[in-house]
């Protein structure tokens, strides 16, 4: 069995040579890095990574600031993929251990470090993970660079601030010694103005690069920022060992086209 692709021909292309040549644009885009990676790293400094999820002619150009940085550091052998659950089905917390399936290929669960996560909170379960696309649109991107690596998806519909540390901890032991990479799948605010957006989430933003997950779900309670994956977030900033984050993008949907109402994309490290 394997976790077929629920977005693929919505989100990106459903053909493995458009689906190339879409993510070839993402990174030449005027709001992408306007060029690959110049050549793949062994350096491995980035633990972490926050990335959007919305159809790639949005915030694929964003999220490839955040994969040039990665391939330019270093490609990990394990890359762990929080993504919010939009759909509200399945386990509160869930890893799936069907490998996930692309127009790119198919990348294989890393079983063994998935069954160290496993516990009263984070449960197997296939439900959750079949219409979401948060994790999914991340996946092509990695295939892009490199067909070696592991996955260990983890599909979040509970993310209150608790369980997201506890999340965190529990990838954060498990990846002693390994040689790992957490991404937390989010998108910013929500069909807001554009002003607004960006004020907001400058603010929330901040609390993530200085690598302060109280702080953040404090500011994002208190003022109304629509941020989807804010549990992961926090998950990966507990759970990657990182130290300090650093902002490579920040866009809107209405950099992309004109909208009164955007929805905004960040690409972060985490070192």
Excluded: W
């Amino acid at each position: 069995m394997v976790r077929r692709p629920a977005v693929a021909g919505q989100f990106y292309p459903g053909s493995e040579s458009a689906l190339k040549k879409n993510i070839e644009k993402c990174f030449e885009h005027r709001l992408g890095p306007e060029g690959m990676p110049s050549e793949e790293g062994d350096e491995r400094e980035i633990k972490g990574l926050v990335c959007p999820h919305a159809g790639y002619v949005y915030s694929g150009p964003v999220a490839a600031h955040a994969y040039k940085a990665l391939v330019e550091d270093g490609f990990p052998e394990t890359v762990i993929i929080l993504g919010p659950n939009h759909h509200g089905m399945g386990a509160a917390v869930s890893i799936t251990y069907e490998p996930y399936q692309t127009p790119l290929g198919t990348v294989e669960i890393d079983e063994e470090f998935a069954d160290s996560l496993l516990d009263d909170l984070i449960e197997k379960d296939d439900v959750a993970h079949q219409n979401e696309h948060s994790i999914e649109v991340q996946i092509p991107f990695l295939q892009y660079f490199s067909d070696s690596f592991k996955l260990v998806p983890i599909c979040c519909n509970k993310q209150d601030l608790l369980s997201s540390k506890k999340i965190g901890q529990k990838i954060k032991e498990a990846s002693e010694g390994k040689d790992v990479v957490v991404i937390a799948s989010t998108d910013f605010s929500h069909y807001v103005l554009k002003e607004n957006a960006e004020k907001k989430d400058k603010m929330a933003i901040e609390k993530i690069l200085n690598n302060d997950p109280d702080g953040l779900f404090q500011t994002i309670q208190e003022n109304h920022i629509s941020l989807c994956g804010y549990g992961p977030v926090v998950s990966m900033m507990v759970g990657s060992r990182g130290q300090k984050g650093e902002l490579l993008k920040y866009a809107t949907s209405g950099d992309v086209v004109d909208q009164r109402e955007v929805v905004g994309y960040g690409a972060i490290s985490f070192k």
